[in-house]
């Protein structure tokens, strides 16, 4: 049972956009930024999303976070064939004095 | 570039021990809190251990605190796990990832340690 709550899964059809949520409590995605993370099949883990809504260099900007309260959302626009993947949220939980990640969301483009 | 390569992965017996380590380039090492991360075949990610630049302050999960002990050697630019007392749970791709607010911001390849008879 993981600390923030994704559902398990997402679809879309090529085109479309999607939003994936992260739900968490005053300990973690309410009092700390969340990273988001994408994960393809075989892969490491690559940080898509920093402090709520920064994208790094190179990430596309179809790309999007956004953080309210105890919640979180990744809204992925113009969905890609490629953007099927494993999305992980995670923040820092002062009660636990630990990182805590969501149980993943797996993106199934249609 | 930032590289993270782990290497000291393998199977083990249970009650076993097992070091890992990570060898850091392309950015100030000594400068950054960094972090092990795992993840179960098949399952999801489980934030294992982190260190702070100094080696000052260290934080684990629960279910590693007495068995794991994560270290650095900001001179070596390397970061270490050794976990003793391998329980057939701790079966898992180890990853070491370099910290940033919010989470890793890099991460290496992983390293796959089998925990069986």
């Known amino acids: 049972q993981s600390v923030l709550t994704q559902p398990p899964s997402a679809s879309g059809t090529p085109g479309q956009r999607v939003t994936i949520s992260c739900s968490g409590s005053?300990?973690?995605?309410?009092?700390?930024?969340v990273n988001w993370y994408q994960q393809l099949p075989g892969t490491a883990p690559k940080l898509l999303i920093y402090?709520?809504?920064q994208r790094p260099s190179g990430v596309p900007d179809r790309f999007s976070g956004s953080k309210s309260g105890t919640s979180a959302s990744l809204a992925i626009s113009g969905l890609q064939s490629e953007d099927e993947a494993d999305y992980y949220c995670?923040?820092?939980?002062?009660?636990?004095?630990?990182?805590?990640f969501g149980g993943g969301t797996k993106l199934t483009v249609l | 570039e930032v590289q993270l390569v782990e290497s000291g992965g393998g199977l083990v017996q249970p009650g076993g021990s097992l070091r890992l380590s990570c060898a850091a380039s392309?950015?100030?090492?000594?400068?950054?809190?960094m972090s092990w991360v795992r993840q179960a075949p098949g399952k999801g990610l489980e934030w294992v251990a982190n260190?702070?630049?100094?080696?000052?302050?260290?934080y684990y999960v629960d279910s590693v605190k007495g068995r794991f002990t994560i270290s650095r050697d900001n001179a070596k630019n390397s970061l270490y796990l050794q976990m003793n007392s391998l329980r057939a749970e701790d079966t898992a791709v180890y990853y070491c990832?370099?910290?940033?607010?919010?989470?890793?911001?890099?991460w290496g390849q992983g390293s796959l340690v089998t925990v069986s008879p």
């Open positions: 990832a370099r910290d940033r607010e919010g989470g890793p911001d890099y």
């Open positions: 995670a923040a820092w939980d002062d009660s636990l004095n630990g990182q805590v």
């Open positions: 005053s300990s973690n995605i309410g009092s700390n930024t």
């Open positions: 260190i702070k630049q100094d080696a000052s302050e260290k």
């Open positions: 402090s709520n809504n």
């Open positions: 392309g950015f100030t090492f000594s400068s950054y809190w």
